[in-house]
């Protein structure tokens, strides 16, 4: 069972990217959220909010890509 949340080490790995390259994205995605008035938690995004912006859905079926 995937976590709510995702470190920049599951961003890391799930789009092969560099630790830098995955905190930029993450601070982006959580400026998004909070300018829409979700509580965010510096460091973490929602795994929801990161499947949404990569895959368009909020369930992503791994075992079908």
């Known amino acids: 069972m995937a976590r709510i949340m ?3 080490e599951d961003v890391m790995e799930e789009l092969c990217i560099s630790e830098s390259s995955a905190y930029n994205l993450i601070r982006k995605f959580n400026e998004e959220l909070q300018k829409k008035g979700y509580t965010i938690i510096r460091g973490k995004i929602s795994r929801k909010y990161f499947e949404e912006q990569f895959y368009g859905m ?8």
């Open 6 to 8: 995702m470190t920049v």
């Open 58 to 65: 909020a369930e992503f079926n791994r075992q079908g890509a």
